[in-house]
């Protein structure tokens, strides 16, 4: 694994004619290398991860050092390479990262996140109460989201109109914290709405980091003291995206980079892996992303 993960994301998944993503889920996992705690950055587009980090900070600069090599490994295949678009789920260091490597890039926040967020600004209240009042808030997220235009127009009143509900029914407190909270976190949830591009949920990714998860505790090379974390995880990441789904899943025999329509050179995907990984297969180029 540590061997594979000596070859970038970035060059595998362009030689399988993946053009570069303008828009990205970008996220970190909590996870631990013995006793340590350890934070893995994470880029996302659709199934593929195109950058998979380690880092044993959680500070913005430690992050920004992360996403950036991919922003470097990008540029070296596009000079021009901006990223339009990035879904967090509002972690501070990530947000300021993507700030700072792609100025003017459009920040989302996962609506997902919110729905389970919502919950917690309910203190107080029965469960059944906080659990009726996430799924009004799911149906009102649902309903914006159906919309064909004007989302961004009609989340803002339904978000009134939510705060307002609260108030009336559980209490004006309750009301108030909720509004509070809208008003904090809408202008990211607005983002999504405005662009039809722009992922509205992380869940993908998500599931990407708990199936990375559950391997590390088995995976000796991860926990070794003078092993490579990067390289290790790079490894994975390359697993992930090449080998087929089961035979019971939505793309049975299909792995991530097919799904997302690239190419891969041979109906195995062990020797997929090793041709991709040693530079031994290119394609024509991909075309220009605009």
Same mark, same amino acid.
């Given at each position: 694994?540590?061997?594979?993960? &000596?070859? =970038? %994301?970035?060059? $595998?998944?362009?030689?399988? #004619? +993946? ?6 889920? !970008? ?119 159906? &919309?064909? =235009? %004007?989302?961004? $127009?009609?989340?803002?009143? #339904? +978000? ?6 609260? !108030? ?123």
């Amino acid at each position: 694994i540590c061997a594979f993960g &000596q070859h =970038s %994301l970035v060059t $595998v998944l362009t030689r399988c #004619r +993946l053009p570069l993503p303008t828009y990205i889920l !970008a996220d970190e996992k909590h996870s631990r290398c013995l006793t340590e705690r350890v934070y893995l950055p994470t880029i996302v587009r659709g199934r593929v991860i195109w950058h998979l980090g380690y880092s044993a900070s959680k500070s913005a600069a430690a992050f920004t050092q992360s996403y950036g090599e991919f922003q470097r490994l990008a540029n070296q295949e596009d000079p021009s390479y901006q990223v339009k678009g990035a879904l967090t789920d509002g972690f501070d260091s990530t947000v300021s990262s993507m700030r700072a490597l792609f100025p003017g890039v459009r920040l989302g926040s996962c609506l997902r996140h919110a729905l389970n967020k919502l919950p917690s600004k309910l203190s107080g209240l029965s469960a059944p109460v906080r659990q009726g009042l996430r799924a009004k808030f799911h149906a009102l997220l649902h309903r914006c989201r159906q &919309q064909k =235009s %004007l989302r961004v $127009v009609a989340l803002g009143q #339904r +978000l009134r109109h939510f705060a307002a509900h609260i !108030a009336t029914t559980v209490g004006e407190a309750h009301g108030e914290r909720v509004r509070s909270w809208f008003q904090a976190k809408k202008a990211g949830w607005y983002t999504v709405l405005a662009d039809p591009q722009m992922p509205a949920m992380s869940t993908v990714l998500d599931q990407a980091h708990n199936a990375i998860d559950r391997k590390l505790f088995a995976m000796k090379g991860f926990h070794h003291p003078r092993g490579s974390q990067a390289a290790f995880l790079t490894g994975l990441a390359h697993l992930y995206n090449l080998i087929p789904y089961q035979r019971r899943a939505l793309n049975a025999g299909k792995c991530g980079v097919e799904v997302e329509g690239g190419r891969v050179p041979t109906a195995d995907w062990m020797l997929n892996l090793q041709i991709l990984t040693s530079g031994g297969y290119q394609c024509a180029p991909a075309p220009p992303h605009h």
